[in-house]
C-alpha cells in the first residue's frame, strides 16, 4: 500500500512540473549579438569596465551641477511618484505572502424568533471561524512570484526616472552654460560692431562713406541687439525649465561658467574639448554590460517575469482548489432545541472544488496570458535592439562633435584674423564697408556654432553615458 502511495505521488508531481505550475522563471529570450551594430566608430572594449559604472556624482563633478541634480531628486514629483508605486508594490507583494496564512475571523451572530404568539426565543452563535487554502497545484506561489516581479518593475521604473531626472538636469545645466558663452560672445560682439559703426559714421561725416554704408552698419549692429535679447529670454526659459523640474517657482539657477568641471574626463592634458573626446574616455564596455545596469531592459525582464507567472496561474486555474474551515465557540442553538447555557461548539469542513465547465473563461484566461507573454518577449528583443541603437547614435553624435570641434577652432581663428585685417583695410580707405560686414558676420556665426557643438558633443556624452545605464547609482 505504502508504495502505491508513492508512486501516485510521483505521478502527481511529474504531472504538475511538467505542466509548468511550479517552474521558476528564466531569462532565456534570445537577444542580437551585435546589439551595438557593426560600424568601426563604435570603439566596443575588450574590457567589463564600462562609464556607466560611474555613479553620477563621479561622473558630473561641477559641484554646483551635483547640488542640482540632488534637489531634483529630493523634489521632482514624478520621482516622487515613482516611489509611490514602489511602496504600493511592496504592499501588494506583502499581502501576496500573506495568503499562505490562514484566516481568522470573530463572528457573533444572534436572532430572536416567535411562531404563531409564542414567547420569543433568543438564540446565538459565538464563533471563531477558521479558513486555509492548501496551495497543492502552485496557485497562491504563482501570484506571490507575479506580485514580486511587479514590485521588481516598480524599483526599475523608479531608477529609469531617476536616471531620466538626472539627464535632463545635467542637460538644461549645459544649455543654461552654453547660453551664457554665446551671450558672452554676443556681448563682444556688440563692443566690436559698435566700434564698427562709430568708423563707418566718421568716414560717412568726412565724406569717406555713403550714408547706405553707415545704414548697414548700424542695421547688422542692431541685429546683435536683438540676438542678445533672444539669448536672455532664453536662458529665462531653460532656468524656469529648471525650476519645474525642482517642483520651485520660477528663479534664478546658479552655474560656473562654460569650460569648468563639467564631465568626468579620462585624462587631464589639453583643452577640455580633447579630454571630452579622448577615445579613452569613450570607450562603452562589452554589450552584455549593458544589460545589467540598463534599468528600462531590467524592467522589461521582469514584465516577462510577471507574464510568466501569470501564465502558471492561469494554468493552475484548470486544477482543483482545497480549503480546509472550521469553526470553534459557544451556542445555545444544539440545532433541534434551545440549551441554555450555550454549549462548546465545535465544526470542521474540508472542501475540494474542480473547476468543470467555466464557460470558457478558463481557457481564454490561460489564451490571453499566454499571449501576453509573447508580445513581452518580442518587446524585450526590441528594447534591447533600441538600447543598441541609442548608444550607436550618442557615439555617433560624440564623433561628429569630436571631429568638427577642430574645423570649428580653425575657423574662428581664421575668420578673427580677416575680420581684424578687413577693419584695418576699411580704415585705410581700402576696403568696402560689405567686406567688413561679411567678416564680421561670419565671425559671430562661426563663435556661435563652436559654442554650440560643444554643447552637443557633452550632450551626447551624457546621453552614452545613460544609454549604456549609467545614472542608477
Not at 445555545?332 to 472542501?351: E, R, T, Y
Amino acid at each position: 500500500m505504502k508504495i502505491k502511495n508513492i508512486i501516485a505521488f510521483a505521478v502527481v508531481g511529474f504531472m504538475l512540473t511538467g505542466c509548468g505550475i511550479y517552474n521558476k522563471y528564466e531569462q532565456n529570450t534570445p537577444t542580437p549579438a551585435d546589439v551595438f551594430g557593426s560600424d568601426e566608430n563604435v570603439k566596443v572594449a575588450n574590457t567589463e569596465t564600462t562609464i556607466a559604472q560611474m555613479s553620477w556624482r563621479e561622473f558630473f563633478t561641477d559641484p554646483l551641477l551635483q547640488q542640482l541634480i540632488e534637489q531634483v531628486l529630493a523634489n521632482n514629483t514624478d520621482l516622487n511618484s515613482a516611489r509611490i508605486a514602489v511602496e504600493k508594490s511592496e504592499a501588494s507583494l506583502k499581502a501576496a505572502k500573506m495568503a499562505y496564512l490562514p484566516s481568522l475571523a470573530f463572528a457573533p451572530q444572534g436572532t430572536i424568533s416567535s411562531f404563531n404568539n409564542n414567547a420569543a426565543v433568543k438564540t446565538y452563535n459565538v464563533p471563531l471561524q477558521l479558513s486555509v487554502d492548501l496551495d497543492v497545484f502552485g496557485s497562491i506561489t504563482n501570484k506571490k512570484r507575479a506580485a514580486k516581479a511587479v514590485l521588481l518593475q516598480a524599483q526599475m521604473q523608479e531608477e529609469v526616472v531617476r536616471t531620466n531626472l538626472i539627464s535632463i538636469t545635467a542637460q538644461q545645466y549645459l544649455m543654461l552654460q552654453v547660453l551664457d558663452r554665446e551671450l558672452e560672445i554676443l556681448m563682444q560682439t556688440d563692443s566690436l560692431w559698435n566700434k564698427s559703426l562709430e568708423t563707418e559714421e566718421s568716414l560717412w561725416e568726412n565724406g569717406k562713406a555713403y550714408s547706405t554704408a553707415v545704414n548697414q552698419m548700424e542695421a547688422s549692429y542692431l541685429s546683435v541687439k536683438t540676438q542678445i535679447v533672444d539669448t536672455r529670454r532664453n536662458i529665462r526659459a531653460v532656468e524656469n525649465a529648471i525650476c519645474k523640474l525642482l517642483a520651485i517657482s520660477p528663479q534664478p539657477i546658479k552655474r560656473q561658467k562654460w569650460g569648468s568641471s563639467i564631465l568626468h574626463y579620462a585624462d587631464e592634458t589639453g583643452d577640455e574639448a580633447a579630454r571630452m573626446f579622448t577615445d579613452k574616455y569613450l570607450r562603452i564596455g562589452i554589450p552584455a554590460q549593458m544589460l545589467e545596469n540598463r534599468p528600462d531592459i531590467l524592467m522589461a525582464n521582469h514584465a516577462m517575469e510577471e507574464a510568466f507567472y501569470n501564465t502558471a496561474a492561469a494554468r493552475s486555474a484548470f486544477y482543483p482548489s482545497i480549503t480546509l474551515s472550521g469553526a470553534a465557540g459557544w451556542t445555545n442553538n444544539s440545532g433541534v432545541s434551545i440549551v441554555d447555557p450555550g454549549k462548546l461548539l465545535l465544526n470542521a469542513v474540508a472542501q475540494l472544488t474542480q473547476p468543470i465547465f467555466a464557460r470558457g473563461k478558463l481557457t481564454a484566461n490561460k489564451k490571453i496570458a499566454q499571449l501576453t507573454e509573447e508580445d513581452l518577449q518580442k518587446k524585450y528583443v526590441q528594447m534591447v535592439i533600441n538600447a543598441g541603437n541609442e548608444v550607436n547614435e550618442a557615439m555617433a553624435d560624440c564623433m561628429t562633435a569630436r571631429d568638427k570641434h577642430g574645423y570649428y577652432q580653425r575657423q574662428v581663428q581664421v575668420l578673427h584674423e580677416a575680420y581684424i585685417g578687413t577693419h584695418e583695410l576699411m580704415d585705410n580707405g581700402k576696403a568696402s564697408y560689405i567686406e567688413v560686414l561679411r567678416a564680421q558676420e561670419s565671425l559671430l556665426d562661426a563663435q556661435l556654432n563652436s559654442a554650440m557643438n560643444m554643447y552637443y558633443g557633452a550632450e551626447s556624452i551624457i546621453a552614452l553615458y545613460i544609454a549604456l545605464g549609467g545614472g542608477s547609482k
